[in-house]
């Protein structure tokens, strides 16, 4: 369930500011609102969702201040997340990342949400070339805020080129080119954030059990499964 609605926010169809009733969640998912609220509980903790007393769940906003800081966290961690995984890289590490990018390469590009997986699967796997723990798990964080602040403030029909950046990016890693790889991925990063219209964005009415169906989520038989939670 929690990644049912994580894809629904990263594929802008939950947008920010959006109110997450609990009904309409338990018949989405086919579940009690007993769980609903241990669900919304849990990603409010991770600042995707924000729970506000008498009023309900919402998926979380960010100011254009918090979009920012969230970009130049993310260049400060990736700068360092490069750096040390270049201080300790060897030969396996090389092809994990090669293995990475070529799968990133081959995906289709009609699939969204994996498309979307995969490429925050590369900043993540950088962080994990560091072995630093810690790093991997703010690393994983970010991956999923910036995944609202894009919900949020990138226009409709705004192309993803991630796919494109990340390859120069690993050329550079598996060149032990810190720099390089270090200007590469700032570079990224900065394009990323220039397709954001940091101006706001407008609140609509949705109807959550349409969204979560399409997306292939049904609600629970009773004595059966479920797709998606």
Request: one cysteine or more; a neutral charge; hydrophobic letters at 40%.
């Amino acid at each position: 369930m929690v990644q049912g609605i994580l894809k629904a926010i990263s594929l802008k169809r939950l947008r920010p500011g959006m109110k997450l009733g609990e009904i309409e969640l338990a018949s989405a998912f086919g579940t009690n609102r007993t769980h609903i609220r241990q669900v919304l509980s849990h990603l409010g903790s991770r600042d995707l969702v924000t729970l506000i007393p008498n009023r309900g769940a919402f998926v979380s906003q960010c100011s254009v201040d918090e979009a920012r800081a969230i970009f130049e966290t993310r260049k400060i961690l990736e700068r360092a997340a490069i750096s040390a995984a270049l201080d300790r890289f060897t030969p396996e590490m090389g092809r994990n990342l090669s293995r990475l990018v070529a799968l990133e390469k081959a995906h289709g590009h009609n699939d969204r949400w994996d498309g979307l997986d995969l490429s925050a699967s590369f900043h993540v796997e950088i962080a994990r070339l560091s072995g630093n723990p810690v790093l991997v798990k703010f690393m994983e964080e970010l991956a999923l805020r910036t995944s609202l602040v894009i919900a949020q403030y990138e226009p409709p029909g705004a192309e993803d080129h991630c796919p494109d950046a990340h390859p120069d990016i690993a050329e550079r890693i598996l060149a032990r080119d810190k720099a390089g790889a270090v200007a590469a991925m700032e570079r990224h990063l900065t394009e990323m954030q220039a397709r954001l219209r940091l101006d706001g964005g407008e609140e609509s009415e949705a109807d959550i059990a349409a969204i979560f169906q399409d997306l292939g989520i049904v609600p629970k038989a009773k004595g059966g499964t479920r797709r998606g939670a």
